[in-house]
């Protein structure tokens, strides 16, 4: 059975910075951190034991430095941090920090906001709040949405792929055309996370099992594992080796292994080493089986 890592895998630049940033400023105190630094159990494990709590909102701050994870907050936390007398680490990923920058000034030219995203995500949360209440977030193009000033701009949750915000683009134009006099298409897609779906669609024409490593909790981990079974290959989404069956690799030549944005490398190579040794172990297995 030969095992094959995807071309493109695992921590994004954008988390990789922002777990750099919140584990450097832990060895000067202990840290709150806005959310999860990672969608991902084992880092954020790791980042417990390094003095770093993970709390919902500013109300259970406790620590004297908060920190603000990739996905990013609205501008108002500068403030809101220096009310509360704490110091800010802000690791919001440049990528989400262009979009942040790009829904504000739109709005001060006018332009209503319309995000291709979810609503309850923590980086659309975050860029709407740069809106003043002007933005919007949409999944389905067909959605009614109020334009006051024909001047229309569109955006995208940077973990959607660009053919998605393509085909959203052009179903939201071909049905309001009529009520727009300007119209602004800012790509705010990430690059990483489009390599990590292409490299997997790679993957899977070479593959017959694909294992797809990475937190229940991370939006880029299910869309991985979601395009792996579209290609048609047999797909399990794990977090941890432990979650590895051996009778997934019942007569399996080629397995394939991915992992979302938010994984780090030792899992990844947990993954691959299990694979490994159930590999190895697999003649044995059939022996036995057999007799
Ligand atoms: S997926 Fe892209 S936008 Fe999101 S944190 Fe990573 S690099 Fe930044």
């Known amino acids: 059975m030969r095992i094959v890592r995807a071309k493109v895998l695992g921590f994004c630049f954008g988390v990789r910075r922002a777990i750099e940033m919140v584990q450097a400023g832990a060895q000067e105190g202990p840290i709150d951190s806005l ?5 991902n159990p ?41 009310a509360l007398g704490v110091r800010l680490i802000d690791a919001t990923c440049p990528i989400v920090r ?19 995203g979810e609503a309850d995500h923590p980086e659309v949360r975050g860029v709407l709040a740069w809106t003043k209440g002007q933005g919007i977030a949409i999944l389905d193009p067909e959605e009614e949405v109020a334009i006051p000033r024909r001047k229309v701009a569109l955006l995208s949750q940077t973990t959607k792929s660009e ?20 119209l602004r298409v800012i790509n705010t897609t990430c690059p990483e996370t489009d390599e990590r779906y292409h490299a997997a669609r790679e993957l ?13 909790n991370s939006a880029n981990t299910r869309k991985l594992a979601q395009t792996c079974r579209e290609a048609g290959v047999e797909t399990y989404h794990i977090e941890t080796a432990a979650e590895l069956d051996p009778a997934w690799l ?25 694979l490994q040794a159930l590999a190895r172990q697999r003649p044995a297995a059939s022996t036995t089986q057999g007799g």
């Open 35 to 39: 959310g999860s630094v990672v969608h």
């Open 42 to 82: 084992v880092v954020v494990q790791k980042l417990q034991a390094s003095g770093v709590r993970v709390v919902s909102s500013l109300a259970e701050v406790s620590a004297p430095t908060i920190a603000v994870t990739a996905h990013g907050r609205g501008p108002e936390i500068v403030q809101q941090a220096q």
């Open 98 to 116: 262009k979009a942040q920058k790009a829904a504000a000034r739109l709005v001060d030219e006018g332009f209503k906001v319309i995000i291709y």
């Open 163 to 182: 053919e998605s915000f393509v085909q959203f683009v052009s179903r939201f134009v071909a049905r309001n055309i009529g009520r727009i006099n300007e």
């Open 204 to 216: 899977a024409e070479e593959c017959d099992l694909i294992i797809v490593v990475g937190g229940r």
């Open 250 to 274: 019942a007569g399996k030549e080629v397995v394939g292994v991915t992992a979302g944005a938010s994984t780090p490398d030792e899992s990844i190579d947990e993954v691959v080493e299990r």
